[in-house]
């Protein structure tokens, strides 16, 4: 992009990054973006929870400033200006089937928090790093353009000899180790990348997003045949998909879903992070898991393209369109007098709506009264209770914590994607039996969710006591059941 007067004036004037950085709250708005969203690494949040932490950020900046003119509006009136399209800092929608509205960053929005963390200083700046990876990715590209194979193999046989030459120094007892200030440029570098990667996806999600708005209007807008909408339609969405973002991100899904690479980057980070010379940079604790992060920015540009193809299988439902045929017209007149009014909405009110009026019931209409009928109190004598009752039963209930089982799934979250019922218990046995298995399947909450794997079972065993007051073996076979990260969508 060529950076000429014209250009960065239409930027400053229309660019939401640009905007964010002009505006007099661009303090608050960005220091409580990077904290709620950026920092946890937080796609979607509800607009109450959204709110409520906005209205403690809010109180707590009036208590500083000593100013309670500062910031004079609710949260919720904050939240709805930042998202408003002049603004475009934040994305309003609301999911499919709810009629609560959800907040999630938008990409230019991080984009202008990630230029205003590297405004600070940094106290090691490394370079070595990025030299050697620009140096690997030249060759890379060299490498793997080259089509002789004359070339190609002598390039390998070079290889060959360098890791062979390595090999004997090694063997020899001559271990080249990295210094601590190379090992901190490399970290550097890592982190610096996760977090690039990360806000990455967001905008990948984007551009989804954007693909299934231009297909919205477009078949709100089509006067047509079907058959050349739908051609047009797919033809677009092959041409994403196999475009070099598609295939790109195509590529590190695959990577990422690997479990041996999972298990690798899990073993290299503990590794890594257990260095001295890593420990002195006092890293992000998220850095341990960042590589579940990307699994669950992944999952929502995932679920993006899902919500295209399930618009596209509504359409291609041919009974819905014959039976349905004049509420289609009606609803696509709707949307393409909504898409003309978009960029530039009337003045004054669009839709009146009458005032609700009073319900009339005539004295005649209602039930005659019935009274009520006195119940009648026999007085009975109490009569003596058998005193040989042993009262230890009431001490003898079985009672299930289901608190303590929800910590034990989380605990067991926090270093692995997902973890079957089988290794819970496993883990940490059962102590109540099968009052305690049920109470497992039963559980949910807004930091995990279970999937039930119906073709494969799984045999749960635990220890218990006969009848005679030996311990015993008890098992149960049920379908193999996952907990996971998030809830289910």
């Known amino acids: 992009m060529p950076l000429d007067f014209t250009t960065l004036d239409s930027l400053r004037t229309h660019h939401p990054a640009w905007r964010l950085l002009r505006s007099d709250h661009a303090p608050l708005v960005a220091s409580f973006l990077q904290r709620v969203f950026v920092a946890p690494n937080v796609r979607v949040m509800a607009a109450a929870d959204l709110a409520e932490a906005l209205e403690d950020e809010l109180y707590a900046l009036r208590q500083l400033l000593g100013d309670e003119a500062a910031f004079p509006k609710p949260a919720l009136d904050y939240l709805n200006d930042w998202a408003a399209p002049d603004k475009g800092w934040l994305r309003k929608f609301y999911r499919s089937g709810t009629d609560e509205a959800q907040f999630d960053l938008t990409p230019a929005t991080e984009k202008a928090i ?12 490394g370079t070595e790093s990025r030299l050697l990876t620009l140096f690997d990715l030249l060759k890379q590209m060299s490498e793997g353009s080259e089509a002789d194979p004359a070339r190609r193999l002598a390039e390998l046989h070079k290889r060959r000899d360098e890791l062979d030459a390595e090999i004997a120094r090694v063997a020899g007892g001559d271990v080249p ?13 890592f982190t610096q990348g996760a977090r690039e990667l990360l806000a990455d996806f967001r905008e990948v999600e984007h551009n989804f997003r954007q693909l299934d708005r231009r297909v919205r209007e477009r078949i709100a807008l089509w006067e047509g045949g079907k058959g050349a909408l739908l051609e047009q339609i797919m033809g677009e969405r092959d041409a994403i998909a196999d475009s070099d973002q598609g295939r790109s991100f195509r590529a590190f899904w695959d990577f990422l879903l690997s479990s041996r690479r999972q298990e690798e980057l899990t073993e290299l980070l503990e590794r890594v992070l257990q260095l001295p010379a890593v420990t002195e940079l006092q890293p992000d604790a998220r850095t341990r898991r960042v590589h579940y992060d990307w699994l669950e920015a992944g999952e929502h540009t995932q679920r993006t393209v899902a919500a295209l193809s399930q618009q596209l299988r509504r359409f291609l439902d041919d009974q819905a369109w014959l039976e349905n045929r004049r509420i289609m017209d009606i609803l696509h007149g709707i949307e393409s007098k909504a898409l003309a009014l978009r960029a530039a909405p009337p003045p004054g009110n669009v839709m009146e709506l009458d005032e609700p009026q009073a319900r009339i019931e005539l004295p005649m209409e209602r039930p005659l009264y019935t009274p009520a009928l006195d119940a009648a109190i026999t007085e009975l004598r109490a009569e003596p209770g058998d005193d040989d009752v042993d009262p230890s039963a009431l001490f003898e209930q079985v009672v299930v914590d289901k608190a303590r089982l929800a910590r034990h799934i989380r605990h067991a979250l926090q270093d692995k994607a997902q973890i079957t019922l089988g290794d819970l218990v496993r ?6 039996g099968l009052a305690e298995l049920v109470a497992y399947l039963q559980l949910g909450s807004d930091a995990f969710s279970a999937v039930v794997d119906e073709a494969t079972p799984e045999t749960i065993r635990w220890q218990a006591l006969a009848a005679d007051g030996q311990p015993t073996t008890r098992s149960a076979r049920l379908p193999r059941v996952i907990f996971m990260h998030g809830t289910t969508p």
């Not at 990630?114 to 700046?125: C, I, K, N």
């Not at 883990?427 to 109540?432: A, D, K, Y």
């Open 114 to 125: 990630a230029w205003l963390g590297h405004l600070s200083e940094r106290q090691f700046v």
């Open 177 to 189: 180790l990295l210094d601590d200030t190379a090992l901190k440029d490399r970290f550097q570098q």
């Open 427 to 432: 883990g940490q046995p059962l102590q109540h």
